[in-house]
């Protein structure tokens, strides 16, 4: 088979042969516009190449941080890979000769339109002398054009290399190593820290204000220094601290929630030891000397400080045997403060809250339901998010009311109107904690009947109220 | 014919086009280009029309060129009262010498020539330009009823002065457009005055030899009609003369703003039959489109008639054709 330089050859060797001329002529272009898109496709490749791996790197460095499908790297390499390989396959088919391509290799070539010129009359049967002599001389050049030289393969060394070395990390990130993407999901679902278990125990720690005043109050009482008329307004003091006690940090709660409460958010040894303080507070209670509503109140308050040790303790324990990996942690299922056991827990759990998120300020409902009620599907804003283990604390603020109510007389009492402000204040404070976005009416459940021996009472409430 | 006759044919126009270029430089100085297209002009049938100041030589150079060609030159100085029988010639009424009665006889003008001058053209009216129209197209003048045959080779050259434009008619578009080239005689260079100077103000022999004759000249004609030329190059030269005209495709900006009417296709045979002599002055077979660009200037530049808007900013024809020329794709 002759090659293109045979046929050249011969065509110049055999001057009067045109037809081999003109075959050398379209035998060239043909050679030099495939020598020049091999080149212009080599610069194409390797431009485009180094992009495509990129790619697949970053798609892999996205499985590996981010979690993405380690399909996306393979598949961005193989989609690059095909599409380049079919853009070569297109570009090295064979073309027919036309007056662009010879144009351009003419230019290239610097033949000064000859080659051009040749291509065209090559194409056309209708020859003279004039135009054999122009084929021929055409010919005649072509031999001296290097095809190869004129369109030298793109060395495209760096962009080879980049491109090498960015598909191997991109394979090597795919395959070889694992996603950290499940360990980092692991460790961030994990289980409420011990840390954040012993923050629990310190919601109920007193602060050193709340300390000072129960330690005079208790002092008082103790040396049996108070009036009754110091320990009526002893008792309105003792109730703002139950309710403080009761009222739990929103922003602390939501620390819980998440798990990741720090551990030094508070001095430990500034606080006082709950259990000695409900022992003493327990022990002034009883004595005799003192009014009952002032009794009532050290009692709750020793009730509190109760259930702080408690769940001080209980924060010690989870501690202590907590296992020592992360675990799994359900949705919602975050830290909670317990709630109380035996009956009075079972009373706890008998009474739901729904709380209004109209613009009506302050109006908190209280609904008490059987014991036997589900307690454990949480009514709007009655969550853990939202305080929904404060039941004893409600419970047990709205039986001293009560007991105010009966024993309250119109006009003459003080202390009952602050006691009134205070609690229009405690209530506007409350709403502000409920989430009002996530209240449904439908899930409200109706005020249960008002028993008949509390009837009087409770109308009573509401009569002074309002 | 053989590869070899068409090789000796190149060659040998070639060669004679040298001899007569550089037989014409021997007189004329500095003014290469001018004597390169008006040889061309010449091979090609054509006529020229050179314009330039006074005193740049171009009465010289036609003299030169008579001489150089071995031909027979005439020349015509236009004035306003120049008549066209001035021109082409008369019938003048003749007695028999024997007696027996008169007869009319054709007396030929200086027309009858193989190279006529026609100085300052643009001085002669309207009337007696257009003498010149048949002579020029069909190489014949007709008077009375008889057309009578010009002597091939005939060229016609004509020269104009542009600036005094004082009682003067300017050429009508239609002779404008039966000039093969239109030629600007520029001053010459510095290197070029000290040489006119020397040979024009010393006793030096500036004669010149004649080389060439007419039917060397008609062969050389022949010879380069033969050239041939590719489609997509002789596109090129339809597309620059499309181009000249406004609503052309090709018309650039220039050309839609300032000229009113465009080339004819006398432009694009010229622009060829150019480009072939060109060619072959380059030893080449075949026509390309860098002879296309070489001759495209002189072949246009008349052609494009500006509008009142060129006139007045008067704009020259060629920055248009040269916006032309780079404006046209040629590897389309």
Known sequence: ?466 | MTLTAVEQSIDQFRERFVLITKEVGRRIVGHEEVVTNTVTSLLAGGHVLLEGIPGVGKTSLVHTLADVLHLNFSRIQFTPDLMPADIVGTNIVQEHAHGGGTFFEFQPGPIFSNVVLADEINRATPKTQSALLEAMQDVSVSVGKVTYKLEQPFLVLATQNPLEMEGTYPLPEAQLDRFFFKLKVMYPPEEAMHQILDRTTQDADTSVTRVVDGPEILAMRHTARAVPIARPVQAYAIRLTLGTHPTSPYATPLVKRYVRYGASPRAAQAIVLAAKIHALTRGQAFVSVDDIRAVALPALRHRALLNFEGEADEVNTDTIINELLAGVNADR
């Open chain 1, 1 to 466: 088979m002759a090659t293109r330089s045979d046929i050249v050859r011969r065509a110049v060797t055999a001057p009067d042969s045109s037809t081999s001329a003109t075959d050398a002529v379209s035998t060239g272009v043909a050679d030099g516009d495939h020598q020049r898109r091999v080149r212009e496709i080599g610069r194409l490749v390797w431009r485009v190449a180094p992009a495509i791996a990129a790619a697949a790197l970053l798609a892999a460095a996205g499985r590996r941080w981010m979690g993405w499908s380690p399909i996306v790297p393979i598949a961005i390499l193989g989609a690059g890979t095909a599409g380049l390989a079919l853009v070569v396959y297109l570009a090295r088919r064979v073309r027919p000769a036309t007056d662009e391509i010879a144009t351009r290799l003419d230019a290239d070539a610097g033949l000064g339109g000859e080659l051009r010129s040749a291509a065209w009359f090559g194409a056309r049967q209708a020859r003279d002398a004039w135009t054999d002599l122009h084929l021929i001389r055409a010919a005649q050049r072509l031999r001296d054009v290097n095809w190869a030289r004129l369109y030298p393969p793109v060395p495209a060394a760096r962009a080879r290399a980049a491109t090498a070395i960015m598909m191997l990390a991109a394979i090597g990130l795919t395959v070889i190593l694992p996603s950290r993407s499940g360990r980092l999901a692991l460790a961030s679902a994990g289980a409420p820290t011990p840390a954040a278990s012993a923050d629990a125990s310190k919601m109920l720690e007193l602060s050193p204000e709340l300390q000072k005043k129960l330690e005079e109050l208790l002092s008082g009482i103790e040396q049996n220094k108070l009036s009754a008329a110091e320990a009526a307004a002893k008792a309105g003091e003792l109730k703002d601290l139950l309710a403080q006690l009761s009222k739990l940090d929103p922003e602390m709660l939501k620390k819980l929630e998440k798990g990741d409460v720090s551990a030094n958010t508070g001095a430990d040894e500034k606080n006082v030891d709950a259990k000695t303080l409900a022992d003493r507070v327990k022990r002034d209670a009883a004595a005799p000397n003192l009014p009952a509503d002032l009794k009532k109140a050290l009692q709750d308050i020793a009730n509190q400080l109760d259930r702080a040790k408690k769940t001080d303790n209980a924060a010690g324990q989870q501690q202590g045997d907590g296992p020592p990996g992360p675990q799994p942690a359900a949705p919602g299922d975050g830290p909670k403060i317990q709630p109380p056991s035996g009956g009075e827990s079972a009373e706890a759990s008998s009474m739901q809250i729904a709380r209004e998120s109209g613009a009506s300020a302050g109006a908190a409902q209280a609904m008490m339901t059987g014991a036997g009620a589900a307690s454990t599907d949480p009514n709007p804003g009655q969550g853990a998010k939202n305080g929904g283990g404060k039941f004893s604390a409600i419970e047990q603020a709205l039986k001293r009311e009560l007991v105010e109510a009966a024993s309250d007389q119109l006009g003459d009492n003080v202390t009952t109107e602050i006691h009134r402000k205070t609690e229009q204040g405690r209530a506007t404070a409350s709403f502000t904690h409920a989430a009002a976005a996530t209240f449904d009416r439908g899930h409200a459940s109706a005020p249960p009947p008002v028993p008949d021996a509390r009837r009087a009472q409770v109308q009573t409430y509401f009569i002074r109220k309002q």
